[in-house]
């Protein structure tokens, strides 16, 4: 299994660079768009990877403690995408979603693919489902029910800003 995290993004000349504190403060702007829309969720399903953490803020902000993820693999590098997004094992519980009001979270809509085939899987499985993304880019083909920033730029989250942790001298990425 290949270790995975966004590419380096250094050589990018323009970008939107989102800090730990700002993330906080999107999340409660968020929730409260949710919190104050014609829809009350009653189950939070993150896109993962990218929609774990916006996910769990929103998980708190609203505080809905039904929560789960669906996996999803599409980027693979900046600018570099698979063909189709894919779903990954382990699969989402689908059956037990049939009647319930699912906010689907994920970090950014860009092409909106993913999002589209998470989106329409729940509904073909009889759920109620919004989206809510801390960024939409312009050309998304879904767009999100809830988001917090438009941008036509590639993004850096504090969580993928950096590679990941490898064993070596005091823990240092090697």
Known sequence: MTTAYHAD???LAEKEVLTWERFGEACRELAVQVAESDFAPEI??????GGLLPGGGL???LGLKL???INVEFYTDVHETLPDPVLLAP???TASLKGHRLLVVDDV???GRTLGLVLDLLREHGAEARSAVLYAK???EVRPDYVWKETDQWIVFPWSAEPPVTAGPAGSSA
């Open 67 to 69: 929560t789960d993820a």
């Open 109 to 111: 809509a860009d092409s």
């Open 138 to 140: 312009p050309r998304s």
């Open 44 to 49: 939070l399903i993150a896109v993962a990877r």
């Open 91 to 93: 699969h989402l519980d």
């Open 9 to 11: 993004s250094s050589d």
């Open 59 to 61: 998980s708190y902000a």
